[in-house]
């Protein structure tokens, strides 16, 4: 039967995985959202200048396994002399893969963004700076949150392929216990719910952060004497 | 010709450059890849001067308001906005595309109303209009509120300050956006169709306001099918077609005894609309 015992003798092992899973996937996400933000930004800012060397990044990145992206980084890298560690082999692949999904997500959300709206920020003297900062990126980030809260659950599922470049993340750890003591159920479910707790933390974000963007109540600025000469 | 260093900044009253066009546009050609939409328009605004745009669709009376404002890059001509010229620059002889900060600049004065509001929709009513104040003329966000609120007074929607746009009428949502406008003290107003999205019944609160800012004086140049407001506010009347000003003139004269065929035939065709 389901032998518990088993899976507290090894709990060292599988914290110890989890903690790796949940910090390479915590910054390769970091990387991905940031480096995301800014290759669909330069897009946006100068097509002519970006536009293809972004989209071919994006390409590139729906084209590859992630796992060949870590095989060439983590074997393919020492021969152009980019010695890099598992983990951190890990973070960069998942943060440079992860960037050309939500390159996309993001270039979808300004996209959906009227044109009007900048025109009447420009007409104003709003810098494009403050355009992008105050008008679109809150716009924006309203609209990406749930295709964001997809891809960061897809990039955390994802990074059970860093076990094959020889990370000690929960997956590799979980097969180490199989390999010592045969048994093959305990570490794997007891792994599968620890990456489904991850993932449900991540979904339940998603979801508040969405709350906390949509529109607040409207607001009673007017106050006592302001709207004394209202117009008549 | 305007001086070179007739520069005029945002802050200078009105009168001051009085008998001074504040826009001038002098032989201004605009194309889009091979179909040509403006050609050869010569334009004034004179300060306090109310003139309606009229003319059938298609005939570039958004293109025009858009080129004097560099919305869209002109390809020939110049505009002049209180005497500098907008969007290029003469250097070494050879006319460049002005930097954009230079652009902002020199069309400061100029304020834009859009047919559809294009108002920001995760801003309440309030941030639509102090939105500027504060990151333009980096005024306190107190300053800014009660800058904003004078200005949504001005348009009969103090009250609405804190909605958002979603729940505002029509007719607010282009009140709110004319308060946007008005907070940065434009020196003139361009008006692309400001009541074409609307309801029937909510245009008349719009016009009001117009009628009412054009009452305070405000220089202003309205695209419009509105005939009936055209003849009672402007003090001159355009006639667009097919990229061309066909004829100009005082409303009475325009509406009354038309010159060419082409304005005498939109004339029928509106009368025919509008009394059937
Ligand atoms: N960005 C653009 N690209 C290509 N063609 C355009 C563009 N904007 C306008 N046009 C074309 O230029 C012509 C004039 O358009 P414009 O919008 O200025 O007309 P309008 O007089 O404002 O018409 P309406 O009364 O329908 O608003 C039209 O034939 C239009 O299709
Ligand atoms: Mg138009």
């Known amino acids: ?232 | 010709m305007p001086m070179a260093d007739a520069v005029t900044t945002p802050t200078t009253t009105p009168h001051q450059t009085h008998g001074e066009p504040i826009v001038e546009a002098r032989g201004i050609g605009k194309s889009f890849g091979e179909l040509e939409v403006l050609s050869d328009i010569d334009f004034r605004l004179e300060p306090s001067e109310v003139v309606c745009v009229i003319g059938p669709s298609g005939s570039g009376k958004s293109t025009l308001l858009r080129c004097l404002a560099f919305l869209e890059p002109y390809d020939h001509g110049s505009v002049y906005i209180d005497g500098q010229l907008l969007g290029y620059e003469e250097r070494g002889g050879m006319r460049v595309r002005a930097r954009e900060s230079r652009v902002d600049a020199v069309r400061a004065p100029v304020g834009m109303v859009f047919q559809h509001f294009h108002l920001w929709p995760h801003r309440t009513a309030l941030e639509n209009v102090t939105e500027a104040l504060r990151l333009v003329n980096g005024l306190s966000r107190r300053d800014a509120e009660a800058e904003g609120m004078a200005m949504l007074e001005r348009v009969g929607l103090a009250e609405r300050a804190g909605h958002f746009p979603e729940s505002l009428s029509g007719g607010q949502k282009q009140r709110v956006a004319i308060a946007r406008a008005l907070a940065m003290q434009p020196r003139v107003m361009f008006f692309d169709e400001p009541t074409s999205a609307l309801d029937p019944e909510l245009v008349g609160e719009v016009l009001d306001v117009m009628k009412q800012l054009a009452h305070d004086g405000m220089t202003m140049a309205i695209v419009t099918h509105e005939m009936g407001f055209a003849a009672k506010v402007a003090d001159r009347v355009v006639f667009m077609d097919q990229g061309r000003i066909i004829e100009s003139g005082p409303p009475e004269t325009l509406f009354r005894t038309p010159r060419s065929e082409r304005l005498q035939q939109f004339l029928n065709t509106w009368r025919e609309r509008h009394i059937d």
């Not at chain 1, 970091?30 to 933000?37: Q, Y």
């Not at chain 1, 003591?181 to 990456?195: G, H, Q, S």
């Open chain 1, 1 to 232: 039967m389901f032998d518990l015992a088993l899976l507290w003798e090894t709990r060292e092992l599988i914290l110890q995985g989890l903690w790796n899973t949940v910090w390479i996937c915590f910054l390769g996400c970091l990387v991905a959202v940031s480096l995301g933000l800014v290759l669909a930004a330069l897009r946006l800012s100068s097509p002519r200048l970006f536009g293809y060397p972004v989209a071919c990044y994006v390409e590139l990145c729906r084209g590859t396994p992630l796992l060949v992206l870590l095989f060439l980084l983590y074997y393919g890298g020492p021969s152009i002399g980019l010695l890099l560690d598992a983990e951190i082999a890990g973070v960069t692949g998942i943060g440079l893969y992860g960037a050309g999904y939500f390159a996309e997500i993001y270039r979808g959300g300004f996209k959906s963004i009227p044109k009007g709206q900048l025109e009447a920020a420009r007409m104003l003297g709003i810098s494009p700076w403050h355009a992008l900062t105050r008008i679109q990126i809150p716009q924006m980030l309203r609209l990406i949150v749930p295709p964001g809260t997809n891809q960061l659950i897809i990039l955390v599922k994802e990074s059970a392929l860093i076990s094959i470049i020889s990370v000690d993340d929960l997956t590799k750890n979980a097969t180490t216990i199989v390999n010592q003591t045969f048994n093959v159920i305990e570490p794997y479910l007891a792994v599968a719910l620890l990456y489904w707790m991850i993932i449900e933390l991540i979904a339940r974000g998603g979801y508040a952060l969405e709350k906390r963007l949509a529109n607040r109540q409207p607001r009673h600025v007017v106050r006592q004497g302001e709207s004394a000469h209202a117009h008549g």
